[in-house]
């Protein structure tokens, strides 16, 4: 059992990382086994589960930002890397061009449809659409509703007629001469109406992302397959545009800072971060505080620190050297997770986790058949 | 603003800081706007199009006219006369009465392999039976147009029309179309012509002055050299130098006392030197002008007298001596002053100005010339260059036409009259064909000069749109490549704002290729008879210098007037006359390009009206006050005035390099003092097109300018708007370039943000993974996949169906089958007319053309004489190891009535390790890694970078320039405001300021942000520069380098592997290579390496005689008794047996080295 218990600002100092002007310090965890003489950091599923918190700050469909406090930088990191390349999503993945005159080559066409984000119906997409394995040279394709997903696009541009004279708009000119996102069309088979249909069809997240240009005459017609795939194959496959963390600041003022300087000084971090308040009566009143005469002069405090943008601004001032001691917290992460539209963002981290017990768990299954 | 679809109409909208129309206006700031004024008029490849019109509409009429008359030697009635001649516009070879089809465009050229050629016709009188017949419009010959010139139909064209032609609206123009592929004729520099040059050889203690006199007829070289204190004269015409005294007695006759005045004026010093050359004259008895030219006709080259020669070699009695001399004085010697009937006086002021010369140049060595300034050099231009090859191509076409007209004269008994309409035609097809043949292969050959130039054309690069731009300002000197000299190689002072400082390959041609810089204009011929009547109008005190004796011309205070020069005038009030002088030229009655300056040395005022000069407008000042005012800048903005109303109202005014010596330029209004007469328009000018696409160059060490200069030409982007209607050998395009982030105003003014050749990548700037040494870079795979870098190649296979003489041709062969009817392998992407389909992938090996040849193709055909009917295959396959996508085929016929088939494949490229990148500040590297999103580091802000690029690469190149492109690009990003990316020499936005927007956002002032690694999830433990930074991707890449072979094709005659990637051949070890084996006594690798490996042979040997036996069998002994097998390199045996059939006996003697232990 532990023999030493450090104290509680100990520890709390411990999990600060160092901001300074030139460097970070500090940057690894120190909390594990014989790192300190005498201390006890066994691990202990019941200490993680008490250290453990989640904190939401904004839940949307397509952006998340939460905190998850008391955890190591391995398994929040974890957790970011298979949002990013293990999550699978359904893209486009073949493209068959029956007829392409447009100036856009075929090649460039097809690369620009993959990168198009679908949503579709949460159910289907999860639990009836499953993998589809690409074809060795000799095997014919095997393409089924259960994965496989058969979209088509087929535009021809052609003059319009009603358009008013001298009119120098393609898009009024012309029908069609720029073909969007929004003109794919799904083609459900077999039970895939079942689970994608109404409001669940599979359609294009941004409609209005253009795909290309047309002009009389030219014709764009193609069918194309999607399949389910990961990040780590393609950034198409990648459910989030960005999933990252950071680490939550912390400013802590050592010498107070009055009046002129205290204004400067809030103006070097964004704005709502520091807040400037009055010396009380009470704190002038106290020796040694750094207080003693300056009652009503403005001081800066510190308000919401999660806010800090880490811009170091206020260390390049002669005025504030010393007095200001910054850090992050080692153990306070900060996600925000941007989903593409397939998934929604808090969908995102929570099938992260279902990932990241699953692998543990195929781990495990290995160590086990290793030391048999 | 009207709309004005130049392509001008964005520069002159939104100015530098954002300013509107309304906004105030000061000519501190906006004095830059003069330069897209400049550019409009006169514009980058302007030169070559003027120069270009100026042949085509004046100088091809001054040959003509000077090469008029025919006259038969033999009809002595007969006479034929060119009155005019006319160059028309392009139009089909294949005439058609229908006009409308006869036009072409530049596109159909370049397609269709034909010549962008436009028809010459003159106007001719001649007689026929004693009657004068003037006949109008014989066409004489075609001649190449160089595209956008006078006589172009690109010429003037708006966007929209150049659209009409399939032409790009930005393409610079100035180049021809031969044969459909692109020509550039490089700008030739070469020393001044009909300019003294005095040089003084420090070995031999000798001085010389030096003239090059070039006129329509010939071109020679006279010097006066003073060698151990005697001065004597040297031509090629003469045997030997002459002394001075000798010439200068020949010359009119003058008495030894005007011959002292002429040279030295009343100064003793000179009086003293020159006076020893009295006694040379002496010593060989010359004593008047007829012993004079009795003593040089003599020392004249027999049938050295050019043109002279060849009449006087046939038919013309044998000159006296005294005629000899009197002729190669008159037309030889300094031929560029014409003598007009025998008045040798002003021939005997040049002479004598250039011993003067010699003497002060002795006296004083200060006062010698330099070859390398910029003011003694002319620049050649298109079309001075053709207007050199047509007149010599005119005169052997008027020479051919005589003696086709004095063998129709030598018949006895004519039927017809002569008529020469058809004769005219049919050898003017030789100036055609000259023509083309010069522009094609850049041989030049000019028979009059004796003139062998190679090298002169080039094809236009399009490798991207800067590379075929920063052609067209190139220009080649005539220096050998291969001498090791610095003086013509190094950066002239008077260079500034002419030529680029940057702007110059590596390597051997270092310096001696160069470029225009921004604002440079290339001078036109002036006609000198308007000069010389201004010369005397403008001031009273000046007098024709035939009215002068030397004293009065050398007196102190004396300035003689040059014009081209040549002495023409004296004036004892110089300042005064160049100041009204230049103030005519200011109000527009002088043209602009004629320039006057002072040189108080020589007591000189030189005025040059001659072609090729450089020079360069700037902003006069008056009193120590711009004459630019913010009202004549409003007039611009509005469209109310172009350049050339500032030009004739004084505002501004073109200095050539001379003149510039007489001026004090201020860099700015602030720098203004009351000296100060010029103020130039904007200091980076002194930059040309390509060096301008740098981002802060003035803060990067001076060769990675240099460096940028060379790889922007490499770099792949969109090539011109018409690219994909294009069908070049190689083209390279990128998939999604990008405008620059960080810009200048030269990218806006050469439309490089229209026609951009990069991406602006996100890099951060840190060591990552250890594949990043030695500059390689390490990208991030998701922008990969995302389209960052993604490049196509376009490749051509063209095949041209040819006819024969016994009527058979060329043709297209199905596809072939195998036994069960399906189509074979090779021709998968074919269609049925035997070429390839469309949006089909071609693999290595398949067929695209398949073209067949008739096996019969020399038969007659007549009668019995018919060969097999067969044919055989010549199909056209593709080749590359990796596949291909056909994009275009196109059907065609050329100008020869041939068929023409093209093909072209495209391939598109993401990068791929070891692909090639480059920053615009010389700092180029390839990918070492490509790594996962996920593995990369992240800012708080969730950034990824695109690219990471390793520390060291800054330290020891010095490019500051690349850190605040970075920063700048990040401000501007971050702001959302582009007018914060300017980053041009000289007036780059400031970088605190994006250092405040920066700390603004909550981001560091400094640019360094806080990163957590990827891998770990744990933060980095120092900030991390980063920011975008404009990639270029150069055509380098891996794909079409990558070879490999472990056996394969051996070269016929040696039996060793072929060499070479396209080849499939093996890499050589060589002989260094065999050395370092040697040493290190790895005999067996090198026996595997030499031998096994490569071209080992069994052979039989004959230990009796020595010689090579077969299948055991000695063919010398008749016997198998000695004869040994043994292993030996294929190539000695070939030695061997090559020395025996020269008759070298050749032996080998076996032993065994290692004996068999018996």
């Known amino acids: 059992m532990s023999r030493v218990q450090p104290s509680i600002e100990e520890l709390e100092r411990r999990k600060v990382v160092g901001i300074n002007e030139w460097t970070v310090t500090d940057v690894t965890s120190t909390d594990f086994p014989g790192h300190y003489p005498g201390e006890d950091h066994a691990w202990d599923i019941e200490k993680i589960r008490d250290a453990l918190h989640i904190e939401f700050h904004q839940n949307d469909p397509l952006l998340a930002s939460f905190s998850l406090i008391g955890t190591d930088a391995s398994i929040a ?24 005159t447009s100036v856009i080559q075929d090649e460039v066409l097809s690369h620009r449809l993959g990168l198009i984000p679908f949503k579709g119906g949460r159910e289907g997409l999860d639990k009836f659409l499953k993998w589809w394995k690409k074809p060795e040279d000799d095997e014919d394709p095997s393409y089924f509703d259960y994965n496989t997903v058969k979209l088509s696009l087929n535009v021809e541009c052609t003059h319009n007629e009603d358009a008013a004279p001298g009119e120098t708009d393609p898009t009024k000119l012309y029908h069609h001469a720029h073909v969007y996102a929004r003109d794919i069309v799904y083609e459900p088979i077999g039970r895939q109406s079942q689970y994608f249909s109404g409001e669940n069809a599979i359609a294009p997240t941004n409609p209005d992302i253009l795909i290309a240009k047309l002009r009389p005459g030219q014709v764009i017609d193609l069918t194309m ?8 194959d393609h950034a198409k496959f990648s459910p989030v545009a960005t999933a990252s963390y950071r680490l939550m600041p912390t400013i802590n003022v050592l010498h107070p800072i009055l009046g002129a300087d205290a204004e400067k000084f809030a103006k070097c971090f964004p704005q709502g971060v520091i807040g400037l308040e009055k010396v009380t009566k009470k704190e002038a009143a106290q020796k040694g505080s750094g207080y003693e005469g300056h009652e009503g002069e403005l001081k800066a405090v510190v308000k919401d620190p999660m806010r800090d943008t880490v811009s170091r601004e206020c260390l390049r001032h002669e005025e504030f050297k010393g007095k200001v001691k910054l850090g992050r917290e080692r153990d306070h992460f900060i996600y ?37 | 603003m009207a709309a004005m679809d130049d392509g001008f109409e964005a520069l002159l909208e939104p100015f530098y800081n954002g300013k509107k129309l309304t906004d105030p206006i000061s000519t501190k700031e906006d004095k830059f706007q003069l330069l897209p004024a400049f550019l409009k008029v006169k514009g980058l490849v302007k030169q070559h199009i003027d120069s270009f019109d100026f042949f085509v509409n004046q100088e091809i009429k001054d040959i003509v006219r000077s090469n008029r008359l025919i006259k038969s030697d033999q009809e002595k009635e007969f006479w034929l006369e060119f009155t005019d001649i006319r160059v028309g516009r392009p139009c ?39 009657k004068k017949i003037i006949r109008k419009n014989v066409p004489l010959c ?3 147009i160089m595209l956008k010139s006078a006589k172009c139909w690109l010429n003037g064209a708006n966007n929209a029309e150049m659209e009409v032609f399939n032409e790009c609206p930005l393409d610079p123009g100035g180049y021809f179309i031969i044969n459909g592929t692109e020509k550039v004729i490089l700008i030739q520099e070469q020393l001044s012509k009909n300019r003294v040059i005095v040089e003084a050889d420090d070995k031999t203690g000798s001085v010389s002055a030096s003239v090059t006199s070039s006129t329509h007829e010939r071109k020679s070289k006279t010097y006066v050299v003073l060698k151990k204190e005697r001065i004597l004269l040297q031509h090629n015409v003469l045997i030997e130098a002459i002394p001075i005294v000798i010439v200068l007695k020949a010359l009119g006759g003058l008495s030894d006392y005007e011959i002292m005045e002429l040279v030295c004026g009343g100064d003793a010093r000179y009086q003293d030197d020159f006076l020893i050359n009295f006694d040379e004259a002496t010593k060989v008895g010359v004593y008047t002008q007829q012993q004079a030219l009795e003593y040089i006709g003599v020392r004249v080259k027999m049938g050295g007298g050019g043109g002279a020669g060849k009449g006087r070699f046939n038919n013309a009695p044998r000159r006296s001596p005294v005629e000899e001399g009197l002729d190669a004085l008159a037309n030889l010697i300094v031929a560029h002053i014409a003598i007009d009937g025998l008045d040798f006086y002003p ?17 004083n060595p200060k006062l010698v010339d330099d070859r390398d300034f910029v003011g003694n050099k002319r620049l050649e231009l298109a079309g001075q260059m053709l207007s050199l090859l047509f007149e010599d191509l005119f005169k052997q076409f008027v020479s051919s036409l005589k003696g086709n007209m004095e063998n129709f004269f030598k018949k006895p008994n004519r039927t017809s009259a002569y008529d020469p309409v058809g004769p005219i035609s049919w050898q003017g097809t030789f100036i055609t064909a000259g023509v083309n043949r010069a522009i094609q292969s850049g041989n030049w050959t000019v028979r009059r000069f004796g003139m062998n130039k190679a090298g002169v054309t080039h094809v236009l690069s399009r490798l991207s749109y800067i590379a075929a731009l920063g052609m067209m300002t190139r220009i080649s000197s005539q220096f050998e490549k291969t001498r090791k000299v610095s003086g013509p190689r190094a950066l002239q002072p008077s260079q500034w704002g002419m030529l680029c400082t940057s702007d110059t390959p590596e390597g051997e041609a270092c310096g001696l290729v160069k470029n225009l810089a921004l604002m440079t204009h290339i001078t036109t011929n002036v006609e000198e008879g308007p000069v010389k009547r201004w010369i005397f109008s403008v001031d009273a005190g000046v007098e024709p210098i035939r009215n002068f004796s030397g004293t009065e011309m050398h007196r102190p205070g004396s300035y003689i007037i040059h014009l081209n020069g040549t002495p023409f005038a004296l004036t004892r009030y110089p300042k005064r006359f160049a100041a009204k002088f230049r103030t005519m030229r200011r109000r527009g009655w002088i043209s602009p390009f004629v320039s006057i300056n002072l040189n108080s040395h020589f007591s000189a005022v030189h005025i040059a009206t001659d072609e090729g000069r450089i020079c360069r407008p700037y902003i006069i000042v008056q009193d120590g006050k711009s004459k630019l005012r913010p009202e004549h800048l409003r007039l611009l903005q509005l469209g109310k005035a172009n350049f050339d109303d500032f030009l004739t109202h004084g505002i501004v005014e073109y200095l050539d390099v001379n003149e510039e010596n007489d001026t004090l330029v201020a860099l700015s209004e602030s720098d203004i003092t009351k000296l100060t007469t010029h103020m130039e328009i904007e200091p980076f000018t002194i930059l040309g097109a390509v060096a301008g696409l740098i981002p802060f160059p003035h803060h990067n060490q001076s060769p990675r300018n240099t460096y940028q200069c060379a790889m922007g030409k490499q770099a792949i982007g969109a090539i011109a708007h018409n690219q994909f209607n294009r069908i070049d050998t190689l083209l390279y395009t990128l998939v999604y370039p990008q405008r620059p982030m960080v810009i200048t105003k030269t990218i806006q003014l050469v439309h490089y943000d229209k026609l951009p050749a990069g991406q602006n990548a996100t890099v951060v700037v840190m060591s990552y993974s ?9 990208l991030n795979k998701a922008s990969c996949d995302r389209g960052f870098g993604r490049c196509q190649v376009f490749r051509k296979y063209a095949v041209e169906l040819l006819k024969y003489p016994n009527g058979r041709r060329d043709r297209i062969g199905g596809v072939e089958q195998d036994e069960d009817g399906n189509i074979i392998a090779k021709h998968s992407a074919l269609e049925r007319d035997g070429l390839a389909i469309v949006g089909y992938q071609v693999r290595s090996g398949e067929t695209m053309i398949k073209k067949e040849t008739p096996l019969d193709q020399s038969s007659t055909g007549i009668a019995s004489d018919r060969g097999p009917d067969e044919f055989r295959d010549a199909s056209v396959n593709y080749r590359i190891a990796d596949p291909a996508y056909i994009d275009k085929v196109m059907i065609s016929q050329t100008e020869r009535d041939h068929a023409i088939v093209k093909v072209q494949t495209r391939q598109t490229r993401r990068p791929e390790l070891g692909d090639k990148f480059s920053s615009r500040h010389g700092q180029k590297g390839v990918v070492g890694i490509i790594v996962d999103q996920e593995d990369l580091p992240f800012s708080d802000t969730g950034l990824v970078p695109d690219i990471i690029m390793n520390p060291h690469g800054f330290p020891s190149r010095m490019t500051v320039g690349k850190l605040f492109e ?30 405040k927007v920066l700390v603004d956002h909550g981001f560091s002032w400094e640019g360094k942000d806080y990163f957590t690694s990827g891998i770990t999830g744990e933060s980095q433990e120092a900030y991390i520069f980063n920011g975008p930074i404009y990639y270029q991707r150069l055509k380098h890449m891996v794909q079409d380098k990558m070879h490999s072979r472990s056996r394969g094709p051996r070269a016929i005659l040696t039996r060793q592997p072929t060499e070479g990637r396209s080849k499939d051949g093996g890499l050589r070890l060589g002989e260094m290579e065999r050395d370092c084996l040697i040493a290190y006594g790895a005999s067996q690798l090198l026996l595997e390496r030499l031998m096994v490996s490569s071209d080992g042979t069994q052979v039989d040997i004959c230990q009796g005689c020595g010689l090579f036996g077969y299948k055991g069998y000695c063919q010398t002994c008749k016997s198998t008794r000695q004869v040994t097998q043994m292993t030996m390199p294929y190539a000695a045996k070939l030695l061997v047996q090559e020395l025996i059939s020269m008759n070298v006996g050749v032996r080998l003697q076996l032993e065994d080295k290692f004996p068999h232990p018996r």
């Open chain 2, 92 to 130: 089909r070879n294949d005439n058609s009465d229908y006009e409308p089809r006869n036009t072409f465009s530049p596109q159909e050229c370049r397609l269709r392999d034909m010549t962008y050629a436009a028809p010459i016709v003159v106007d001719i009188t001649y007689t026929r039976d004693r």
């Open chain 2, 966 to 995: 970075c920063l700048t690009g990040k401000a501007t990003v971050i702001e959302g405001n582009r007018d914060y990316g300017f980053g041009d020499a000289f007036r780059s936005h400031p970088v605190e300021e994006m250092g």
């Open chain 2, 142 to 144: 075609r001649i190449p």
């Open chain 1, 336 to 372: 925000q997770i941007e989903s593409t539209g397939q998934w929604d963002s808090d969908a995102i981290f929570l099938e992260s986790v279902a990932h990241l017990k699953e692998k543990a768990r195929r781990l495990e299954q290995q160590v086990v058949n290793m030391v048999r």
């Open chain 1, 225 to 232: 397959h999607m399949h389910k795939g990961v990040g780590s």
């Open chain 1, 77 to 100: 990191n974890a957790f970011r890397r298979i949002m990013i390349a293990d999550i699978p999503t359904l893209a486009v993945e073949t493209v068959f061009i029956n007829n392409n």
């Open chain 2, 770 to 778: 250890g594949y990043d040494i030695e500059d390689a870079l390490v």
């Open chain 2, 347 to 363: 021939k005997a002021i040049y002479i004598a100005m250039m011993v003067r010369r010699v003497l002060m140049a002795a006296q």
